[in-house]
């Protein structure tokens, strides 16, 4: 089967051009939250590479790209942050996570961070560019400042009840302060407050898919094999 990377109008319904038509080795089976849009960049990241294209009205081209198989990805996301900017944070699976700034035209320069024991379950980049959150089997939220420059300069929100497997951002409708929202393994969804150090909020668990409702008993008379030869 033939792999691209394209990008589609959901109004109509239909392809409006292919962003890549030789994707990467593995891109059927992207890192989780490989694939995302940042201003005028898509980022795609599969568990070997990680590529940013610069896209356009009717086409798109790429901007920069990075190798990733000496340690897998296993989650990404990216941002847009201001003056054409962006972020694109990669967790892997070694435990360290890799930020990279999106310069107007090209992948810029990357940084290392690592705290995470085992692989990272979920990783957040910021709009922005202020900080990166990420999470694993710890289930310990972790939020790195890295618009300060320092490696070291993380906050943590720690028992959180299970590994981490997805973090998202968004904002408090009731005030429009940031937000994290975290999903954890073991079924529950915690909302954590980013402006002074992290606080937790909101928890809601239990979460899971309603069943299926019970078969509706057929009328038909059902035979076995004797009442059959009766």
């Given at each position: 089967?033939?792999?691209e990377?394209?990008?589609w109008?959901l109004?109509a319904?239909?392809?409006?051009f292919a ?9 059927d089976?992207?890192?989780k ?5 940042a201003?005028?960049r898509?980022?795609?990241c ?5 590529r940013v294209?610069?896209?356009g ?5 790429l ?6 198989r000496e340690?897998?990805?296993?989650a990404?996301s ?9 972020t694109?944070?990669?967790g892997?699976?070694?435990g ?7 310069e107007?035209?090209a ?8 705290w ?5 379950g979920?990783?957040?980049a ?9 999470g694993g ?7 790195w400042?890295v618009?300060a420059?320092?490696r070291e300069?993380?906050?943590f929100?720690p028992?959180?009840g299970g590994?981490?497997v ?6 408090n409708p009731?005030?429009g302060?940031?937000?994290a929202?975290?999903?954890t ?5 915690h909302?954590?407050?980013l ?12 979460l ?6 019970p ?6 008379k ?9």
């Open positions: 089967k033939k792999l990377v394209a990008c109008c109004e319904g239909k392809k409006v962003v890549d038509g030789s994707p990467p080795k593995g891109s089976k992207p890192a939250g490989g694939l995302a849009v201003g005028s898509l980022v795609f599969t568990k070997s590479e990680l294209y610069a896209v009205e009717s086409s798109a081209s901007a920069g790209s990075a190798r990733l340690d897998p990805a296993s990404a990216a941002a847009e942050g201001g003056r054409g900017l962006g694109v944070a990669t892997h699976a070694s360290m996570i890799r930020v990279w700034r999106l107007e035209a992948l810029g320069a990357c940084t290392v961070l690592h995470h024991a085992s692989r990272v979920a990783v957040c910021s709009a922005g560019g202020s900080y990166v959150l990420s089997n710890e289930a310990v939220l972790v939020a400042h618009a420059g320092d300069d993380r906050t929100l028992r959180l590994p981490i997805n973090i998202a951002e968004a904002a009731a005030d302060t940031p937000l929202v975290v999903v393994a073991d079924s529950a969804v909302a954590v407050a402006t002074q150090g992290l606080a937790r909020v909101w928890s809601r668990r239990g899971c898919v309603e069943p299926p409702p078969p509706v008993a057929s009328s038909r059902t035979w076995t094999s004797k009442e059959a030869k009766k």
